[in-house]
């Protein structure tokens, strides 16, 4: 008797289950929903190729070198990084006196437990990035780990720099009310395509590179887009460095095994 009723009760959630998938399929085709302009021109990031990509990638130093630089003097004023410390940096080729002079340019809170109060000082190689003093809901996100947070990763991120525009023509005739709020800027490849940072690589040569590299709109974007793929994963050659004797040992180990497997019970299988 439970058996039958067991049976009824599951029959009876499945056809419901049915039922409400087939009136939802119906709807959805005789009535879909409307379009949205997010919807319609929301883009996904433009490719980005990187020397870290792929399981035999590395960082490339000088690339990452520029990128901080294009942080420090474009990003820093709004945007902290404080999962990554300054002695962090000698993973992009900095030597100890060049960590300690860029720490030296940041000013971070030091409490004193004594007197019960804070007071700023220059940074040290010990510490992390100060945060940004922004408050409130709006403040712009942390950038340490910005690229495993968003979609597309590095490519998101150099998307999002160059991806600035005027708002079509055509979305504004087809979506009058997506109109750009004042204090706004479209970008399609912002999720709701008004984003409120201004534009932060305005032009060409905004910054000067110390190894000669042309300084464009987009080359910046891309160093800067490398150097954040780093600050969420800084580990990463390491990882693939140690991976592969890794995965070597295990292929080895298996092979073994089932050699000795086979030695084992070869005997045992005759009879």
Known sequence: MIRIFSILVGAFFALALLWSAGKGTYAY???????TAEAVYHEHPKALALSSDGA??????????????????VC????????????????????????????????????????GEVKQRDATPKDHFPPVAYGGAGSPPDLSLITKARHGGGAYVRSLLTGYEDQPAELLKRFPEAKTPDGLFYNPYFANLNIAMPKPLASDGQVTYSDGTKATVDQMAQDVSAFLVWTAEPKLDKRKQTGWPVLGFLLFASVLA??????????????
């Open 29 to 35: 085709i005789t009535e879909p929903p409307a379009a």
């Open 76 to 115: 820093a004023a709004c945007h902290s990084l404080k999962y990554v410390a300054f002695r962090d940096l000698k993973d992009l080729g900095y030597n100890d006196e060049e960590v300690k002079a860029i720490a030296k340019g940041f000013k971070v809170n030091d409490y004193n437990a004594t007197a």
């Open 56 to 73: 035999f990638g590395k960082f490339d130093t000088r690339q990452l070198q520029r990128g901080f630089q294009v942080y420090k003097e």
């Open 258 to 271: 089932y050699m000795a497997y086979r030695t084992v019970w070869a005997e045992k299988k005759g009879h």
